[in-house]
């Protein structure tokens, strides 16, 4: 019998999936057929996995702090749970409901955090491994959770709901107790009606066996849990938001509906010793100052040397009308009201000891904001912010296009580095950033990584994503070369967009050259050198290009009569054109239409150029007869060339920045020359303008917020940036989470008129047409309806000889065919290499040259090819072509299809990346049905297909990329940036790079009682709540209030996120430690009890011989 090799039958079906490409390769004898190139890549070096995820939680709904650990913990509405340690210790997890976390709660230095949920459950995590799992749930059935409270040092949870009651949780067991306090027998006769859910519960600092129970109503009761009844009952006629005590435990502070503050002493119920309003104005006759808004929340701080600190937020009054949101400092006489940027969603005041019954002595107030994370210093006058160190300024201004970039040069880091490091605002505290717990992981990745972020105000942020961190290096404003408008009646109408008229589209950076050249959504282009000298540029050089587009619909690509040839309307122009130094004067044609006219308009002032990207050229696409001009869909810069190519969906421009010189200008049919296999009709001038202005910044989920500056998204494919008209929307099936949409030849429809776009661009040295025997520069060019077309470029020998003698371009007549838009294309030699376009290496433009370097030429970098002569192998590269349908190998320069794969037949690709890893070369591409897939190269040969992620915004789709080493990313939300791997050996090593957010810490020696308290019982009373709590002395809860649930993080999630044995062994040698360490200071303590005891005794003794015979009267 037979046996068959699967893999072999497998390799054999992919590689000729289509009949037509099996006809083609048939027609080849076997001698003739490709080389065979031994590829090293196979499906086991692929794995899928999440590594972190950096920016701002978004839409943060809780805050916590370990004061012992120094780990801030933060919450989302989402059910998201963020942990922050020191700057490069951070951690993500997610509760599997979705629910909005509603409140934290650290166990404070035992490694564990329990979260409370909308959705009625209380999750207890394990922060203890480096992935923290959930080891218990507890879901309430009947009741709804409003409030929870756990002391310091203590097991029992007190669970506060909407109805009143309050529940008793063992943290150990995650079970319920028997003890509740019902809200009818806490309140009793002292109210009418229903006092409302628990806003809050506190233990007296100085006695654990008072619980102080705070109602919405604004009734407040001090309950004594042994005698299970109400010592106090304090009663007040506005609603109660927050309570807060002083470390003595005689006085609490609350915070109210109308922006009151009222101090109350604990024995003196009847009302309060103070009522504060801090932002109300004092009227002179006596009566109440006018009610403010709620002061949502109120901290009463003590300090051992002066005045108590009393931090709340909200509270302003009324008519303070687009004040920002604040939060007041009192401390003494003076109060400071620091403004926020965005609403505040809560505060923590940061002290030196986690003992409540002890002088607080606060040094910091972390204020979590609706965007932002702030913390202040309390301890410097003036209150100033610490510098943060977190990566959480990702979305200051909204992000539209992202890049990532791994493996670049050494040097790039540093050098952005010292360029930014000039930009760093002044008037930070001086102290260390306080949050700082935690320990690094091992950075187990040598390389370094670059991610760049493009936003909707024109700038561009530059990240140093090196080892699973991120940081800030530099960030650029490309708005800086365009006239601001004053106000909105001198703005001009030229724009086509209403808002965000800088937004960046597409970056196209050589990290080799340090070349940068940005596509903006006013269809213009930046190009921008690296310096690391300040320079002024008296005129900005720029350049006007008017593409145009006189062709009508596309009538079918099978027709039987010869195309008619186009007029031509742009010409093949390699003359240089002087750049204009001013924007052009005709503004309207004769017909008084808006002509030759570009949307924004450059500064004619002299422009103060610091060290990093400075302005090279920019070039703007004008308007054509009332037309704007259309957005620009793709981009590319060669350093080595001088060139730099866009295009949208009017065509092709090309220009020499060297010369400040448009070579090419041609609509997209004139590159196809009598070639053109469509039948396009010449086009009847259209009357009305079409608005093409589609807003870049992100769509939120559900419902369009208007401050997220949402227009529609800028097409169903937005990885291409092809424009649609503003009222257009991709339809967006959320339900079954794909997008369904209308096609024409696979290209978005406008206006029922498919313009064949410029998808793709591609700087290479290669072959231009089949009869060529050696490489030579050349540009090639993808298009919407699948076409791949050759510009050949005749450069000049560098030198001076560049500068003066014009570059040469011409359409070579080589055309190429895929299905679907064309999204990337490289290059690979005889041996299966990646051929890098060529480039020229960065070197200090604005220092004068010796004269010997001016005499040396510039060569460009040679391209590998292989040595072996011609005859013997006739092919010499291979190109690589993705589209959003398939996948096709070319030989070059026979132009025979090699290899082909047809990815994706009812989706679509959104992102294909060509990219190396261990040693190999793939194709990586992300479907719009979630699928991330890579294919060998050259075979085209599966070797990953994953589900991921359906594609359920705009976002993603406009975001995702993948670069080298098997790392990738998108934006998870408009704050977040999600990296993930497709490396099995990065998922292997993550557990190693991850940071450990917990850190064996002693906790701090409990204050000293003092020998009076000690004598005459004014210490902390302690509380027996095993006896209380227990099941022996409470019984056991009602089954039906909650059920308990067993989380994945129990031993089998502690086994899965240790590393194998060595991981456990830590851990059982861990846990020894801290009992040894525990049993010896039972021992210590139990020999100072003895000592003590013994010294008594003796003094006792002495005592009575002292007085043993003196009369009573003699004392």
């Known amino acids: 019998m037979r046996k068959f090799n699967i893999r072999k039958v497998l390799d054999g079906l992919t590689a000729g999936s289509s009949s037509a490409s099996q006809q083609q390769q048939q027609q080849h004898p076997p001698g003739n057929r490709e080389p065979e190139i031994q590829e090293t890549l196979q499906s086991e070096h692929f794995q899928l996995c999440k590594t972190v995820r950096h920016g701002f939680p978004y839409q943060p709904s809780a805050l916590a702090f370990d004061p012992v650990q120094k780990i801030l913990a933060v919450g989302t509405q989402t059910g998201a749970l963020r942990l922050f340690g020191r700057p490069g210790v951070e951690c993500y997890c997610q509760h599997d409901s979705g629910a909005a976390v509603i409140q934290l709660q650290f166990l404070i230095n035992e490694g564990a955090l329990v979260s409370a949920l909308a959705d009625d459950t209380l999750h207890l995590w394990n922060l203890r491994q480096k992935r923290p799992a959930i080891l218990h749930s507890l879901k309430f059935c009947r009741e709804r959770v409003t409030f929870c409270h756990l002391p310091f040092q203590s097991k029992w949870l007190y669970v506060g709901t909407e109805r009143g009651n309050i529940h008793i949780v063992n943290v150990e067991s995650f079970t319920l107790s028997g003890y509740v306090i019902m809200w009818n027998k806490a309140i009793e006769l002292s109210s009418k009606s229903h006092p409302g859910p628990v806003v809050h519960i506190s233990d007296n600092p100085m006695d654990e066996g008072k619980l102080l129970i705070g109602f919405e109503s604004g009734t407040v009761v001090l309950w004594d849990l042994k005698s299970k009844k109400a010592d106090y009952r304090y009663t007040y006629d506005e609603a109660i938001h927050s309570v807060a005590w002083h470390h003595e435990g005689k006085q609490f502070i609350c915070s109210h509906s109308d922006g009151t503050l009222t101090i109350w002493n604990v024995r003196s119920p009847a009302k309060p010793v103070q009522t504060i309003t801090p932002h109300g104005k004092q009227l002179k006759d006596g009566k109440k100052p006018e009610p403010c808004k709620p002061i949502l929340k109120v901290e009463f701080k003590t300090t051992r040397s002066g005045e108590p600190f009393i931090i709340l937020s909200g509270g302003l009054s009324y008519d303070t009308v687009g004040r920002r949101p604040c939060l007041t400092v009192m401390h003494g006489k003076s109060t400071a009201v620091l403004e926020m940027d965005y609403s505040i969603v809560d505060f923590l005041t940061l002290c030196e000891t986690p003992y409540p019954n002890d002088f607080q002595e606060p040094y910091a107030v972390v204020v979590l904001l609706e965007k932002d994370l702030v913390l202040i210093d309390l301890a410097q006058n003036g209150y100033p912010i610490f510098e943060n160190p977190y990566p959480l300024s990702i979305h200051e201004s909204p992000v539209t296009c992202c890049e990532y970039f791994a493996d670049c040069p050494v040097d790039l880091i540093p050098a952005l580095y010292s360029v930014g490091a000039r930009q760093k605002r002044q008037g930070y505290s001086k102290k260390e950033w306080p949050i700082n717990g935690g320990n690094w992981g091992l950075g187990a990745q040598s390389y370094s990584e670059i991610i760049i972020t493009g936003h909707a105000d024109g700038s561009l942020k530059f990240w140093d994503a090196s080892a699973i961190t991120l940081q800030v290096l530099y960030k650029l404003k490309t708005s800086k070369v365009f006239e601001k408008s004053r106000n909105k009646d001198d703005k001009p109408n030229t724009d086509i967009v209403d808002e965000d008229p800088y937004a960046i589209q597409i970056i196209s950076w050589c990290p080799e050259s340090r070349m940068l050249c940005i596509a903006g959504v006013s269809a213009h282009v930046i190009i921008y050198r690296f310096s690391k000298q300040e320079v002024i540029t008296e005129v900005i050089p720029m350049l006007e290009v008017r593409l145009l587009y006189e062709i009508n619909d596309v009538e079918s690509p099978e027709c039987e009569q010869a195309p008619p040839l186009p007029t031509p309307v742009g010409s093949a122009n390699s003359q240089p054109i002087p750049p204009q130094s001013h924007p052009s004067t005709s503004s309207s044609s004769s017909d008084g239409l808006r002509d030759n006219v570009p949307c ?447 989380g994945p993080g129990g031993i089998e999630g502690v086994k899965g996120a240790a590393s194998g044995v060595v991981g456990e062994l830590a851990r059982a040698r861990l846990a020894l430690d801290e009992r040894g360490q525990k049993l010896g200071d039972l021992e210590e303590r139990t020999a100072a009890m003895l000592s003590s005891a013994d010294s008594f005794s003796k003094h006792a003794h002495e005592m009575m011989l002292k007085y043993k015979d003196k009369k009573w009267y003699q004392f």
């Open 600 to 1046: 924004l308009k450059v500064k004619n002032s002299p422009l103060k150029q610091s060290p990093g990207y400075q302005t090279e050229l920019v070039i703007q696409l004008v308007w054509v007869g009332g037309e704007p001009p259309q957005q620009i869909t793709s981009l590319a810069v060669n350093s080595s060339y001088g060139l730099v190519v866009f295009g949208n969906c009017n065509g092709i421009a090309m220009v020499d920045y060297l010369q400040k010189a448009i070579l090419l200008n041609l609509g997209t049919i004139e590159l196809y020359g009598s070639n053109d296999p469509y039948r396009r009709e010449p086009r009847s001038p259209r009357k009305s303008r079409q608005p093409s202005g589609a807003g870049l910044c992100d769509i939120s989920e559900g419902t369009v917020v208007p401050e997220d500056r949402c227009k529609s998204p800028t097409s169903a494919k937005m990885s291409r940036k092809l424009s649609l008209p503003t009222d257009l929307k991709p339809d967006l099936d959320i339900k079954d989470n794909s997008f369904s949409r209308s096609r024409s030849s696979s290209v978005t429809s406008i206006d029922k008129e498919s313009r064949e776009a410029i998808s793709a661009l591609h700087f290479c040295e290669t072959f231009t047409r089949k009869a060529d025997s050696s490489p030579s520069p050349c540009l090639w060019v993808g298009t919407t309806l699948g076409t791949v077309l050759v510009i050949a470029l005749n450069l000049p020998p560098g030198g001076e000889q560049r500068l003066l003698q014009p570059v040469i371009v011409s359409p070579s007549g080589t055309i190429l065919r895929l299905k679907g838009a064309i999204l990337r294309m490289a290059f690979l030699d005889s041996t299966g290499c990646l051929v890098p376009p060529a480039y020229e290496s960065w070197r200090e433009h604005n220092v004068p040259e010796e004269k010997d370097e001016k005499e040396k030429l510039k060569k460009r970098r040679p391209v590998s090819v292989s040595p072996s002569s011609s005859q013997e192998i006739s092919e010499n590269q291979y190109a690589v072509i993705c589209s959003e349908k398939q996948a096709k190998v070319i030989s070059l320069p026979s132009q025979n299809c090699a290899y082909k794969q047809n990815i994706t037949e009812t989706s679509f690709v959104l992102r294909g990346d060509i990219v190396s890893l261990s040693n190999g070369i793939c194709l990586a591409c992300f479907c719009a049905n979630g699928h991330i897939m890579t294919f060998s190269l050259p075979s085209l040969r599966p070797l990953l297909d994953v589900y991921y992620l359906p594609l359920t915004n705009m976002r993603i789709a406009r975001t995702f990329c993948f670069t080298n080493n098997g790392q990738a990313l998108y934006l998870v939300s408009p704050t977040e940036i999600q990296r993930l791997t497709y490396s099995q050996e990065t998922c292997e090593n993550l557990q190693e790079m991850l940071g450990e957010l917990f850190t064996p810490v002693e906790t701090p020696e409990a204050p000293n009682r003092g020998f009076f308290k000690g004598l005459f019982g004014g210490g902390a009373q302690s509380l027996d709540r095993e006896e209380l709590f227990g099941e022996s002395s409470s019984g056991k809860a009602s089954r039906s209030l909650a059920q308990h649930i067993p």
